[in-house]
């Protein structure tokens, strides 16, 4: 399909708050990042302001099991999240709160008003890519075997999406995403905005502590998760396979940048007899008299996987352009990981 120039500048335009006139759409989607009792960062995902003085929604699947969370606005600001104000787990919605004042907010569509063909755009942070933007159409209404109702779009998504906004035309608020099915494309689905009204009523904050781990459902697609180690660098991953899907996360950092915001994670995807994608990273590096964190984002493939070997090529350099967020020199090498 076709995307008109109009069509962007609305879909990113203003929405005008009594309280915040001139916010744009994505100030109102912020960036759920989740911690362990240590408070290190372990997750990260996605919701939207729903009320100004700070009640977020995103999914239960987010912060189940977090011990802290912060919540991080387009403009740069953190939130501690102060607690839960209502979680259903059965449909993966969950209302968490941060101390905001005059924050911008996305109203509600009423989703029973809503059309098979209608144009929505859902906007969150795959991969910690903030305010990523996609858009598609609501291809369809469906009920599960629990009688649990979603609305299902073609809007991309990916991890990290999960908790965003699923967004009509006049930038209200459709559904939830939550969840796709990968065992076709461009199937995912979102919890439809009638039943996030009754969620956002609850005042009484609960600890994060009490939402429970989120125990596989029908709605979650089944995956094969194994630890990894590289032979050329001696890096442990976890790597899940999910149906033509491979997400990668290098899990034993250096213990200095264990409870920072550092990370690298890996979204391939399934094209012909190998598995192409992005690796995105985050890092300090020296800078001047300090440091300077840089996000990169580069090309990997996976050519060879088997029960006891993972083959690729990545992105590599020596130095680092770091006033830039510039890799010097970049060459792609080949990678051989082992079972951990």
Known sequence: MALHRGYIDHVAGVIEHPTNRGARTVDSVVLVVVNDDTGKPVS??????????GKIVTNHHVIAGAHS????????????????????????IAVIKVSGKNLPVLKMADSDSLAAGDHVVAIGSPL???NSVSDGIISGFRED???????QTTAPASHGNSGG???????????????????????????????????LAS??????????????????????????????????????????????????????????AAFTRCELKKSGDKWIGK??????????????????????????????????????????????????????????WIPK
Request: glycine share 8%.
């Open 279 to 336: 690796s995105v990273s985050n890092f300090p590096h020296a800078f001047r008299s300090g440091a300077k964190w840089c996000r990169l984002e580069t090309d990997i493939e996976i050519d060879k996987i088997s029960d006891s070997r993972i083959e690729g090529v990545a992105l590599a350099w020596t130095s680092m352009n770091v006033g830039k967020c510039q890799p010097e020199r970049p060459e792609r090498k080949q990678f051989i």
């Open 165 to 199: 906004p699923l967004l009509t035309m006049d930038e209200k608020v459709a559904g939830v995403v939550t969840w796709k099915a990968t065992a076709g494309e461009n199937l995912n689905f979102a919890v439809p905005s009638k039943l996030i009204a009754a969620l």
């Open 44 to 53: 990260e995902g996605s919701g939207f302001i729903a009320s100004s003085d």
């Open 128 to 130: 910690g890519l903030e």
């Open 145 to 151: 075997g629990k009688g649990r109702s979603w609305v």
């Open 203 to 260: 005042s009484t904050v609960k600890p994060l502590g009490t939402v429970s781990k989120t125990e596989p459902t029908s709605a979650t697609s089944s995956a094969d998760e194994r630890v990894w180690t590289s032979m050329t660098n001696g890096h442990d991953y976890k790597v899940r396979i999910d149906g033509d899907y491979i997400y990668i996360q290098w899990i034993n950092l250096p213990p200095a940048l264990q409870s920072t």
């Open 69 to 92: 969370a912060v919540v991080k606005l387009n403009n740069g600001s953190f939130f501690p999240v102060e607690g839960i104000l209502a979680d259903d787990s059965d449909r993966d």
